[in-house]
């Protein structure tokens, strides 16, 4: 199916567990990103990638690690969770400047 | 640094009624915003935009109006209808200096009333 999936939906891990959220699309798009969203924050860009092989750093970055080796895919991965790691992790995907197509999200707990 | 603020969490209006969003920005290099809707359980979905060379920009329902020199943008629903019922975000990108990248504000919960 075309799109952006987003895998798991939930995930509930424990501290300093290493966790990998997936993101993959079907339109060959260029750029790619990843948000969280946290009440009273709203959106914040973690981490991004404009083509394979090329990331780079947004707001919150600190504790995640990205990876573009294929235009479709861009995972995240938190080296060690954290409990302030708990949130609502969204991918993105956008072809020209401007418009983003978001993933349905992954609800991510950390206990 | 909130670049892109939207100040009131939550708004509450009857069906038929206008609803007013507001969302304010301090980066005078941002020259594109949008709207983006979201239901609970989902994805953000784009609704609206407009380019800085722009005041306003009309879809149907909505309509998003661009004040640059008081950095304030607004989106306007009518008639507000239940289904309409979301959390509303705005967001800004600085095409020029940041290509795609968006900053997005806290949010807006509206809810819309039978």
């Known amino acids: 199916d075309a799109g952006i999936t987003q895998s798991p939906r939930y995930k509930i891990t424990e501290t300093g567990r290493q966790v990998t959220l997936m993101c993959h699309q079907t339109?060959?798009?260029?750029?790619m990103f990843w948000y969280r969203q946290d009440l009273g924050h709203g959106l914040r860009l973690i981490y991004y990638?404009?083509?394979?092989?090329?990331?780079d750093k947004g707001e919150v970055p600190d504790g995640y690690v990205v990876s573009r080796s294929k235009t479709e895919n861009f995972p995240l991965t938190l080296e060690s969770a954290t409990r302030s790691q708990t949130s609502v992790y969204f991918c993105?995907?956008?072809?020209?400047?401007?418009?983003?197509?978001f993933g349905s999200g992954t609800r991510l707990t950390v206990v | 640094d909130q670049q892109v603020k939207q100040n009131s969490p939550s708004l509450s209006v009857q069906e038929g009624r206008i609803s007013i969003l507001n969302c304010d920005y301090t980066n005078s290099m941002f020259d594109y915003f949008l709207w983006y809707k979201k239901y609970p359980a989902e994805g953000p979905t784009f609704l609206i935009s407009?380019?800085?060379?722009?005041d306003k920009n009309e879809d149907g329902r909505f309509t998003v109006f661009l004040n640059k020199s008081a950095k304030h943008l607004s989106l306007h629903i009518v008639p507000s209808q239940p289904g309409d019922s979301a959390v509303y975000f705005c967001a800004a990108s600085a095409i020029k200096t940041s290509g795609s990248r968006l900053t997005f504000g806290e949010g807006t919960q509206l809810t819309v009333n039978p």
């Open positions: 339109w060959s798009h260029s750029y």
């Open positions: 990638s404009a083509a394979a092989d090329i990331t």
């Open positions: 407009i380019s800085s060379i722009k």
């Open positions: 993105a995907s956008s072809h020209l400047a401007g418009g983003y197509t």
